[in-house]
């Protein structure tokens, strides 16, 4: 059987490419290595530490969740003392969150992107 490696890269649509980087380059510590216009529209990729994140406008509504397609992003770090500095990350981009939980399933901290997409760190360990 083939292997993967893991997730290359997630492309969100979005419905302003700009402050979409803008918001994940300082969430992640990233930057922005292609921006370009297309038949498709405006589009921008960025690259953090440990994630790339592409991002497409197209004629649409508000993310919603419930509809068919991303639910949420989810970014595995290795403890729930990294989970508070990604807390405090947030805190210092003004990113709003909910607390920190923990439940059957590890203990995690969500935000929302500028488009309500969900973003979850999340721990299984303590």
């Known amino acids: 059987m083939p292997s993967a490696q893991g997730v290359g890269h997630i492309m969100l649509t979005v419905t302003d490419v700009q ?4 918001f994940y380059n300082r969430l992640l510590d990233g930057k922005t290595i292609m921006s370009a216009t297309d038949e498709h529209g ?20 508000e993310f919603d969740p419930v509809r068919v397609g991303l639910d949420h992003i989810g970014i595995h770090v ?7 500095q990604w807390r ?12 920190i939980v923990e439940d059957q399933f590890g203990v995690h901290l969500n935000a929302k992107d500028p488009d309500n997409i969900a973003i979850e760190f999340f721990t299984t360990s303590d």
């Open 42 to 61: 405006a589009l921008a990729v960025c690259i953090g530490p440990a994630l790339m994140v592409g991002f497409r406008t197209r004629q649409a509504t």
């Open 19 to 22: 402050r979409s980087a803008d």
């Open 78 to 84: 290795q403890s729930r003392a990294e989970l508070e």
């Open 88 to 99: 405090r990350r947030m805190d210092e981009q003004g990113v709003l969150y909910s607390p």
